[in-house]
């Protein structure tokens, strides 16, 4: 290997390790929500399925918006910029706090949505029991991812890390202890599932900001200056990145959150299977997720410090990468998902008999389309990386629900296959419209990079053409 691409490939595992270990934390966040939605019984699984989609897909949206820090931090961090780096952390924050209230405020009145949808008015219920609590994690959300991308993108992604497994360790021993009615403590159900993950959420966010405060490694960008005055100019530079990434988001969990109600319309039984399933295929997808973001912050770095070919390497290491990562993940599926499924649910337990049977019929599924979504999330933080995420996002717009989306549904209602039919409509949609985003995301990298390589003309053959 050249001596080049070995630094890369050094430079990009260093950077990615930390990030896709915090998003691995996070997903055990979710994965313990799961687990003691489960000790509470099949229907509140359902139930907590539900909520956990529908907050999913609000919450992702919102994330995507405050990617934009990170990306922008990592080219300013690049340029040198050090007073631009905090100007545009500190208006990060402000972001996320505005996207925070907006969000919370939908998902408390999102029950007449969910009955619109045909949701049973039990799960409807108790989905609404659990985001009554868990939409005051959203602040907190917010808070941390920006202050994520901040220290990620100017090299320092171990504190995320620590944090990280911190918040996810404390989420599962809180949850248990109420669940189990430790210390006397009072049998919330899903609310206090909800009340756990925001109080666990918001102290990671105070954790990484006092970090960020007072550690001497941050004391170029003094986050506190200013803070109370947010800037309209880096407001809408966030906005102007966040927002088509946002959209992307959106429209790729949209396809998700679609499944979850197509099965809710079919039973408990079978949104409880697809709950097990989509946590699972989460799980994996963190690993891209994770490498994607370190793709998104090595490219900017060089992006913004003028080194067009490193950028240009970093990104199809990282494509590489992450195809080889979702290949191992599709196997795991396709070969043991009763071992997977296990890990949710008793399998031996004749109670869950019908819901283990289904979900691991679904996992099966979906070792279908795992390498193209690992890959074109990574397409998408490269081109990212290059500050351009409106090409993520009509590209996604278009293989997803041009594509994925009609495909899906006609294959699982027309047809009446059932639970079956609807994994194989979204396996088929995500199979055709994310190998669809995985080609076009990776030429758009390729065509970027080219273009931005290519020698400017001299003034006297710009005036002969």
Known sequence: MPHALRDEFSALLRLAGPLIAAQLAHVLMVFTDTLMMGLLGPAAL??????????????????????????????????????????LTQNGLWLGWGLALLAGLGLWHLRPALLYFGQAPDSVAGA?????TLVF???????FMALRGFTAAIGRPGPVMAISIGGALAN????????EGWFGLPHLGLAGIGLVTALVMNAMALLLAGHALRHPAYAAYPLWRGLLRPRWSELQELLRLGLPIGGTYAVESGLFAFAALCMGALGSRELAAHQIAIMSVYVAFMVP???SYAVTFRIGQHFGAGRLREAQRAGRLGIGLGAACMLGFAGVFWLAPEWV????????DPAYREVVDLAVGLLAIAAWFELFDGVQTIAMGAIRGLKDAKTTFVVGLGCYWAIGAPLAWTLAFPLGWGAQGVWWGLAGGLAGGLACAAVGLSLGFEWKTARLLRPPRAAGDACLS
Not at 51 to 69: D, H, P, T
Not at 128 to 132: G, H, K, S
Not at 137 to 143: C, K, N
Request: charged residues 5%.
């Open 46 to 87: 359902a139930s907590g399925g539900l909520g956990a989609a529908s907050y999913s897909f609000v919450s992702i949206f919102c994330v995507g918006v405050i990617a934009a820090v990170g990306n922008l931090v990592a080219i300013r961090h690049g340029a040198g910029d050090a007073a631009g780096v905090a100007r």
């Open 341 to 348: 499924v296990g890990l949710f649910l008793d399998r031996f």
């Open 137 to 143: 994690a959203l602040p907190g959300y917010m808070s």
């Open 172 to 179: 599962f021993v809180l949850n248990y202890a109420l669940i």
């Open 128 to 132: 609404m029991q659990f985001l009554a």
């Open 289 to 291: 997720v994770g490498l």
